[in-house]
C-alpha cells in the first residue's frame, strides 16, 4: 500500500486537539482535556463532540397491547372484588348450620340429668321468676294426664318432636293471618321455656322447631314431659307446678285432685292474667284488665279435659313412662311436700293468705 501524506488522508471526522502546555487551566494538568474542531474541516460539519461517558441505550419500546385485553389501570373505576361462588356460599352456611347445631346439642345433653336454675324465659321476665323442680315421681297423675289431654295428646305416640303436616299447617296458618290450628307440641314448648322468648315472630318458631328437634333426639318423653311441668309458666311470675299448686291451692303438686289439676292446666295458654284468690284459689279480677282471656282458657279446659281422661285414664301417662302414683313413692329432700318459702312470700306480700 503506498504511503500517503498526512496532508492527502480523507478526514472521517472531528478529531481531538491536544492544548499546549501554556495553555493549561490553573487547577493544574488534571483538567479535563476540552475538544476543538479540526480546522481543515468546514464549521458545517463539524460534529458536537462525544461525552466521555458510556451514552445509555435508549429503552425498547413497550410491546403491544393486544386489542381484546383491557388494562385494569385504564379503567375509571378500580376493579371489584370477585364474588364468592354460589357453591362457596353454600358450603360455607352449611359448615355454620353444622356447628351452631353441635354447640346446642352440647348445651342440651346435660337436660338429661340436670335441672337447669333458670331458664331464657324466666329471665326475660321483668317482674321475676318463682319456680321450684320436682320430680315427675311426685307430681299428681291427675295433673300429668291434663297436661297430654291440653297441650300434646300425642307425646307418647309420636316420633320426634313435632308432625311436618301439622308444622306446614301451621306456618301457612301464621302467613296467612288465620288461627292456630294446632298449637306447639310439648318438646315446642320446652324449646321455647328454656332457650327463647314470648316472640311471636316466624323466625323465632323455625329457631324453635330445629331446638326441639335436638331436644327430642337428646331426651326421652318422660323427661320431656317433667321439664315442661317445671318450667312452663303459671301465673305472672310462676313457673313450674311446685309453685303453682301451692300458691294457688295451698296444696303439693302430689296431692292435686283433678279439678284443680284441669285450672292449672287451663292456665298455661295465657299465664298472666290471673292472681291468688284469697284464702285460695283463682282470682281473675287483675289490673290490666284481661282476666277474661286467661278465664276463658280454664272454662275450656274444664269442658275438653276432664272426659279425655274419663276416656283414657292415666294409660297415656304410663306409656310415658310414668308409672304408679305420685301417693305411693316415697318422700325425699325435693319432692315438694312443703311450701317453698318464695312462694309464702309472694303470698304474704299480696295479702291473700
Known amino acids: 500500500m503506498a504511503h500517503v501524506p498526512p496532508e492527502r488522508r480523507p478526514i472521517l471526522g472531528r478529531r481531538r486537539t491536544a492544548v499546549p502546555p501554556d495553555a493549561w487551566p490553573p487547577n493544574g494538568p488534571t483538567a479535563p ?22 451514552v445509555p441505550e435508549p429503552e425498547p419500546e413497550p410491546r403491544p397491547r393486544r386489542p381484546w385485553r383491557r388494562d385494569p389501570s385504564d ?8 364474588r364468592p361462588r354460589r357453591g362457596t356460599l353454600v358450603r360455607r352456611l352449611a359448615k355454620l348450620v353444622v356447628a351452631a347445631a353441635v354447640v346446642s346439642l352440647l348445651l342440651m345433653l346435660p337436660l338429661r340429668w340436670i335441672d337447669p336454675p333458670t331458664t331464657a324465659f324466666m329471665a326475660a321476665n321483668p317482674d321475676g321468676a ?3 323442680s320436682v320430680p315427675i315421681e311426685h307430681v299428681s297423675r291427675n295433673f300429668l294426664a291434663a297436661v297430654v289431654a291440653h297441650e300434646d295428646s300425642q307425646l307418647p305416640y309420636r316420633t320426634g318432636a313435632f308432625d311436618w303436616n301439622q308444622l306446614f299447617d301451621r306456618a301457612r296458618a301464621h302467613m296467612t293471618g288465620q288461627e292456630d290450628p294446632s298449637g306447639s307440641t310439648i318438646p315446642q314448648q320446652v324449646a321455647k321455656n328454656l332457650f327463647l322468648n314470648q316472640e311471636l315472630s316466624a323466625g323465632r318458631k323455625v329457631v324453635e322447631a330445629g331446638l326441639s328437634m335436638e331436644l327430642a333426639l337428646l331426651l326421652d318423653d318422660r323427661r320431656m314431659l317433667e321439664l315442661y311441668v ?18 294457688y291451692f295451698d296444696t303439693p303438686p302430689q296431692h292435686l285432685p283433678l ?4 285450672q292449672l292446666v ?17 282470682d281473675f ?8 282471656l286467661s278465664r276463658s282458657h280454664v272454662l275450656n279446659a274444664q269442658n275438653r279435659v276432664p272426659h279425655h281422661i274419663d276416656d283414657l285414664g292415666f294409660r297415656p301417662v304410663e306409656d310415658l313412662g310414668v308409672e304408679g302414683l305420685a301417693s305411693d313413692q316415697p318422700p325425699s329432700d325435693d319432692d315438694c311436700s312443703a311450701r317453698p318459702q318464695e312462694v309464702a312470700d309472694l303470698i304474704a306480700a299480696e295479702g291473700t293468705a
Open 33 to 54: 482535556l476540552t475538544w476543538a474542531p479540526d480546522p481543515r474541516l468546514p464549521a458545517d460539519d463539524v460534529a458536537a463532540p462525544r461525552p466521555s461517558w458510556p
Open 75 to 82: 379503567r375509571a373505576d378500580p376493579p371489584r372484588p370477585r
Open 130 to 132: 318463682v319456680q321450684q
Open 230 to 247: 317445671n318450667y312452663a309458666q303459671f301465673g305472672p311470675t310462676l313457673y313450674g307446678v311446685c309453685a303453682a299448686s301451692w300458691y
Open 259 to 262: 279439678d284443680q289439676a284441669v
Open 266 to 282: 287451663g292456665l298455661l295458654p295465657s299465664p298472666g292474667h290471673v292472681q291468688r284468690a284469697p284464702g285460695g284459689g283463682l
Open 285 to 292: 279480677d287483675v289490673e290490666d284488665g284481661l282476666g277474661w
